[in-house]
């Protein structure tokens, strides 16, 4: 336990002073008078037991009185205590300094960015003739400069000053991790300490755990944060909804944040293909907006564009924009196999084929477009193969070919949607799933209703509006879609001892309604619904939801997400119809080939793997042919310049006492020492030139006691309440 | 009261205000010569004792011929005989019979409190025709005057009184004095013993006392009791030291005044206990009540 005293004169003073109650108690005893007594013996008997009690009353009183000054004194005289044995000037101390490199470190506050702080705070530890030094840059993975602790304070100083802030977010359990195994590699130390140079960002650090570090280490937070956080403006996210096609209006949000106390109204550019929309959101102190952007889309492909805050003057300009990558599909070919005529009103066939093709002429079939109609007999191979989906829909008994055809078909990735409603589709489904054997994953079987073919009106109920096609409707839209009435003919029964699997919804008696089995390829849906008796298709509300289905089963509709964080481990699956991996190349941003970046080939397919280092959109093409655009951004936690409060490493698990938070302060100061002047002043670390400043990372008065007066303070009030109880207790 | 009465203990007013005292007895008594008290001895006093039966050859004219007649036996009526007190007044001269001495020479000890009561008292004894004597007792029977009916017995009674040494140091040891003193005097007398009682040996100074009352003795003791002595002086802090050697004690009466005098109490109690139980008259006198005023109350007490 180290001891210092902030004030030591009136720290001596105070100590002095406790000696005061001894002096009056010695000085102002009362002097007895002699009285010779007759009956003594009743005076021995009484007093024996009083003189004890006195003697105990005046001990108590005495040490009472005595530690209220001296904790008064200790008080005025800024006692503070450090934990662990005092520094020895010639101790061997093993450091690792933590740099924290992530992108609000480049931040900057009154003309200094967090980084010039840091380094010079960095460059003030990484010093002294008795230390052996580690130096790790922490961003999302920790990066040490030498595998193991190095006398050669030059070398990493050196490093030291060639350290940038990446776009990365910081991943403190890696950095501990990093600075544990580079302090436990060497034995031989007197001491162990841990450094931590960082802006404390509060999305960063509020779940600070430092127990992974061992007990001995003493840990050291400087923190370069200002003392107030300072003003942002940042793309928080872009994001679209849903599958994407061509032709159809795309919905962007673009999340902007405002990380200040004023109200902004910057002005929004998003730049998609060779269009640009200009917005000025309003934005309240300390919140987020997400502002809607129209984007019209005309061709296929990987859209690439990028959101911007034009002109915005804020400490942090890295994440004024972000880039962003749209997949955008072809419309799917959809094929209707049924028996029915699609232009005669009223029938499942005709409701199905308008909500699939909304466009097309009332009365007439929308020829040449993407949604066909086949005939179970012209149900060829050749016609079947060239469509993403086929709906059976009132297509009657199917033959054994048409069943192993559409069996192929789903074999090799194509959806198929089989709406029930006759005891031939129960019976088509049955031998279809039968077909596809152990590929299936359905777990259901469906059987003529119990009712026979009397039709019950039910109501739906959404199960799992996570997934598509609930997932793309809205809450309000799920809502309005459960108060239809839907007529159905089939009862559902589980089809083994496994709970049936894919159930989107189902009806208020418990029969599956909607369900998307998947098959390892290809994806049947199943829609149990006679279609023409219900009220659904009456409604504007079966054009979006069978839309939704339908898209829900197109071959790659849940393809991965084509954004990614900078530094973190990618693993991006590549289209299935990319092939081997010949010809293929991963580019970044500036459209040169990546080392970062590999293809490989994995048990599902191939994939783009490793770690992007900077921002913007990779890309992964083939004889200059794009087949995958990734865009790459830093997460936005970095975006929030908030710090945790100063005591919070001190408070977290792990802590036990050995952390102390310095911050600095004079941001002159700090741009001095960069200058090569003197080190930068410490808020609470006593004066400049002190151990810190000369580089020896000792046991100054430190910030981690600072606030001892007030228990001090608090403790003399206490001795001197516990000196009137006892006085009250002695009845005296 | 007669110049060779003179003495510092029996001043001249002192006696004026005792000439219409009288101390009396509650016991029956015995002397050598007549007086006005009544002893066990058949004797020829008008003061009936009991009947007895007769025994041929007595003289017959103490027979109740009344009682004959009516009874049909010889019984003779018996009459108490008159006799003369025998008193000795036991005087504690102890070390504690000093206090309190710290107020200067002018004060009034417990000692000096008890020598003008002996001296008063054996003046109302010695005028009342009675024989009176004096035992000074300390840690051993000290000094003793027995009961005299010779002229200059108060005279020698009051001589010694003023001989009687200041005490020293030495323990309260009455039981000592006592058994010391029992075979100097006759039985059936009284016995007066004035004294603070502060004996560690409490039980044996009862003791003592209660041979005296088996040989008939009428025991009278007065407790001196000092004001100080109940109720401990006011003030910061005193060495309270002992008057017998038992050495000093440092306190303040804030302090330990409230069980000092509970234990004070308790003793007070005890003695008073003791006496009662020892078949003692008991008085307890405050010294700082006038002596006369004290005997004027006890012998009034007394007489009733």
């Not at chain 2, 003369?84 to 409190?113: E, N, R, V, W």
Request: glycine share 10%; charged share 25%; net charge neutral.
């Amino acid at each position: 336990m180290a001891v210092s005293f902030g004030n030591p004169l009136l720290a001596f003073a105070g100590i002095a002073l406790a000696a005061l109650p001894v002096v009056v108690h010695l000085l102002t005893r009362p002097k007895p008078v002699p009285l010779p007594f007759s009956a003594l013996k009743f005076l021995t008997e009484t007093s024996a037991a009083r003189r004890h009690r006195s003697r105990l009353r005046d001990a108590l009183v005495l040490g009472l009185r005595t530690l209220a000054v001296l904790a008064l004194g200790l008080a005025v005289g800024q006692l503070r205590l450090a934990a662990g044995r005092p520094p020895g000037p010639d101790d061997r101390v093993d450091r690792v300094v933590v740099l924290d490199v992530s992108r609000s470190m480049n931040a900057r506050s009154l003309g200094v960015a967090g980084i010039d702080r840091a380094r010079a705070l960095a460059r003030s530890v990484l010093s002294g003739r008795t230390v052996r030094a580690g130096l790790i840059f922490a961003g999302t993975k920790a990066r040490p400069v030498f595998d193991e602790l190095s006398v050669n304070l030059g070398a990493l100083s050196e490093e030291l000053a060639r350290a940038r802030p990446l776009p990365e977010e910081l991943d403190w359990r890696a950095a501990l991790d990093a600075a544990v195994a580079l302090l436990t590699g060497k034995k031989g130390a007197d001491r162990r300490e841990l450094v931590i140079v960082t802006d404390l960002q509060r999305t960063n650090w509020d779940r600070l755990d430092l127990s992974g570090v061992p007990a001995d280490v003493e840990i050291t937070f400087c923190s370069t944060a200002p003392p107030l956080p300072p003003r942002n403006l940042a793309i928080v996210a872009v994001s679209h909804d849903g599958h994407v096609e061509r032709g159809r209006t795309l919905r962007l949000h673009v999340e902007v944040g405002n990380f200040s106390d004023l109200v902004q109204r910057p002005e929004l550019e998003v730049r998609v293909g060779d269009r640009t929309y200009k917005a000025r959101p309003e934005l309240a102190p300390w919140s987020r907006r997400t502002e809607p952007v129209e984007v019209s889309l005309p061709d296929a492909g990987h859209v690439e564009g990028r959101a911007t805050l034009v002109g915005a003057q804020d400490a942090l300009p890295d994440d004024d924009a972000r880039s962003f990558v749209v997949p955008v599909s072809p419309l799917p070919s959809i094929g209707i196999v049924t028996d029915q005529s699609a232009t005669r009103v009223g029938t499942s066939t005709y409701f199905t084929y308008r909500a699939l093709a909304p466009e097309a002429p009332l009365g007439g079939l929308d020829q040449g477009r993407s949604v066909i109609r086949v005939a179970p007999r012209d149900a060829r191979k050749e016609v079947l193969e060239a469509l993403d989906v086929v709906v059976l829909v009132r297509a009657g008994r199917l033959t054994d070919d048409l069943t192993r055809l559409a069996a192929g078909l789903v074999m090799r990735g194509q959806g198929l949607l089989y709406v029930l409603e006759e005891v031939e589709d129960a019976d088509g489904l049955t031998r279809l799933t039968g077909e596809l054997g152990q590929k299936v994953t359905l777990g259901l079987t469906f059987s003529p209703s119990r009712r026979g073919q009397k039709q019950a009106y039910q109501n739906l109920r959404v199960v799992d509006r996570r997934r598509r096609p609930f997932e793309s409707l809205t809450e309000g839209l799920c809502t309005l879609l459960e108060q239809e009435r839907f007529a159905s003919r089939m009862d559902s029964l589980p089809g083994g001892p496994e709970p049936p699997a894919g159930v989107l919804a189902r009806y208020t008696d418990g029969t599956v309604a909607v369900a998307i089995a998947e098959t390892g390829a290809g994806r049947v849906g199943i829609l149990n619904m006679a279609v023409a008796s219900s009220t659904l298709p009456r409604s504007p509300l079966f054009v979006p939801f069978l839309g939704e289905l339908v898209r829900a089963l197109v071959p790659g509709a849940e393809a991965a997400s084509h954004a990614a964080a900078t530094g973190a481990e990618l693993s991006v699956p590549l289209p299935r119809s990319v092939g081997g991996l010949a010809g293929l190349r991963a580019l970044g941003p500036d459209g040169r080939p990546l080392p970062g970046l590999k293809i490989e080939e994995t048990t599902t397919g191939v994939a783009l793997r490793g770690r992007a280092a900077s921002p913007g959109i990779h890309r992964v093409d083939r004889k200059g042919v794009t087949l995958l655009a990734l865009a790459v951004e830093c997460p936005p936690s970095e975006c929030d310049l908030r710090t945790v409060p100063p005591g919070a490493p001190r408070s977290c698990p792990g802590a036990d006492g050995r952390v102390r938070v310095r911050q600095a302060t004079r941001v002159d100061a700090v741009a001095d020492a960069l200058d090569g002047g003197p080190s930068p002043a410490w808020k609470s670390g006593g004066p400049a030139g002190g151990p810190w400043a000369t580089g020896e990372l000792g046991r100054p008065a430190g910030e981690a006691s600072t606030d001892l007066w007030r228990y001090l303070i608090l403790a003399s009030v206490l001795f001197v309440l516990a000196e009137l109880g006892v006085l009250k207790l002695f009845g005296t | 009261m007669t110049a060779t009465h003179a003495s510092r203990f029996l001043d001249l007013e002192t006696v004026a205000r005792l000439a219409r005292l009288r101390f009396g007895t509650r016991y029956a008594v015995e002397a050598a010569y007549p007086g006005r008290h009544a002893s066990h001895r058949p004797g020829g006093s008008l003061e009936f004792a009991d009947f007895r039966p007769y025994t041929p050859g007595e003289d017959l004219r103490k027979l109740d011929w009344k009682v004959m007649a009516r009874l049909g036996r010889a019984y003779v009526r018996t009459y108490q005989e008159d006799t003369q007190l025998l008193c000795t007044i036991a005087l504690d001269s102890s070390g504690s019979m000093a206090f309190p001495c710290h107020l200067g020479p002018g004060a009034l000890s417990k000692l000096d409190y008890a020598r003008y009561l002996a001296a008063s008292l054996a003046y109302v004894i010695d005028r009342g025709g009675d024989q009176v004597g004096l035992a000074v007792l300390g840690d051993r029977l000290v000094d003793c005057l027995p009961p005299a009916a010779a002229p200059t017995q108060l005279q020698s009674f009051l001589r010694m009184l003023e001989e009687t040494p200041r005490p020293d140091a030495s323990p309260t040891r009455l039981r000592a004095g006592l058994l010391a003193l029992l075979p100097l005097l006759p039985t059936r007398g009284v016995l007066v013993v004035v004294g603070d009682f502060l004996d560690d040996d409490l039980e044996g100074v009862f003791g003592a006392l209660r041979l005296f009352r088996h040989r008939h003795f009428e025991v009278l003791l007065l407790h001196l009791v000092h004001p100080q002595e109940e109720h401990l002086p006011e003030g910061r802090c005193y060495r309270f030291q002992g008057l017998e050697g038992e050495g000093e004690i440092v306190g303040t009466p804030a302090e330990i005044a409230a069980a000092y005098e509970r234990r004070f109490a308790g003793f007070l109690a005890t003695v008073k206990t003791l006496a009662v139980a020892t078949g003692c008259d008991y008085r307890r006198l405050s010294t700082a009540t006038s002596t006369l005023r004290s005997l004027e109350t006890l012998l009034v007490e007394r007489s009733r």
